[in-house]
């Protein structure tokens, strides 16, 4: 059973269109994110959810817009796709605890997203 | 805010080589730390984590200790093998709240037969 996952895995575009990518979680988790890895490896935070609610919402263009179903799924969409949005884009969850480990992260596959 | 600092890669070893990744943070109170690893072509899966001050985190040969004193959580394997080549990430998260997860910038590992 896959825990974190996303679709597609792969995506190919044009500069200017609008496409979506698709998050499901099946881990019973409270809260889900979306982040961006460039080519450098370097990993960032875009998005939080938590119950369907926005919590985290790091600097990241409007193009860029979640949106939250219900707590198993997250979604990301981005309109008018520019160059520079090539990257893989991560989905992740975890669970609320009052204890320790803190937000220990569960990723997905990841979506290599190719802007032409 | 918090922070996490790792080395620099990529690191290329032999194999049956001694590993370390260094890994220091800054935050607050008592974060909890992680290492996630990155095979080629996948996301991120945990590989060790460690909770509290003196805490050693171990998974698959590897290991960290949380030391508060030195605000680091080094990841250190005995003897590599091929399939260890990967990239890590050190990870910590503070408590309370909504909190993020802050990551240092990956450090590739390589290692060669």
């Known amino acids: 059973d896959t825990a974190v996952s996303q679709t597609p895995k792969y995506l190919v575009t044009q500069m200017g269109n609008d496409k979506s990518i698709k998050c499901e979680q099946n881990?019973?988790?409270?809260?889900m994110y979306w982040y961006k890895q460039d080519s450098k490896k370097f990993l960032k935070i875009m998005f939080s959810y938590n119950n369907k609610e926005l919590i985290i919402n790091e600097t990241v263009p409007n193009r860029f817009s979640p949106k939250s179903p219900d707590k198993a799924h997250l979604n990301l969409h981005i309109n008018s796709l520019e160059l520079g949005d090539s990257a893989v884009y991560f989905c992740?969850?975890?669970?609320?605890?009052?204890?320790?480990?803190?937000?220990?992260?569960?990723f997905g596959p990841g979506t290599r997203l190719t802007v032409l | 805010g918090n922070s996490v600092t790792q080395m620099e890669g990529p690191v290329t070893l032999s194999e049956e080589a001694f590993l370390t990744i260094n890994c220091t943070y800054t935050?607050?109170?008592?974060?909890?730390l992680f290492w996630y690893v990155q095979y080629p072509g996948e996301g991120l899966q945990l590989l060790l984590k460690?909770?509290?001050?003196?805490d050693k985190g171990s998974n698959k040969g590897f290991e960290a200790t949380y030391r508060k004193e030195t605000t680091s959580f080094h990841l250190e394997k005995g003897s590599v093998q091929v399939s260890d080549s990967a990239v890590y990430f050190c990870?910590?998260?503070?408590?309370?709240?909504?909190?993020?997860?802050?990551f240092g910038t990956g450090t590739k590992l390589q290692v060669i037969p």
């Open positions: 460690a909770t509290k001050a003196d």
């Open positions: 992740a969850s975890s669970q609320d605890r009052s204890a320790p480990p803190y937000n220990e992260q569960f």
């Open positions: 935050a607050t109170g008592y974060p909890s």
């Open positions: 881990l019973g988790h409270d809260t």
């Open positions: 990870a910590l998260s503070g408590s309370g709240g909504y909190q993020k997860v802050t």
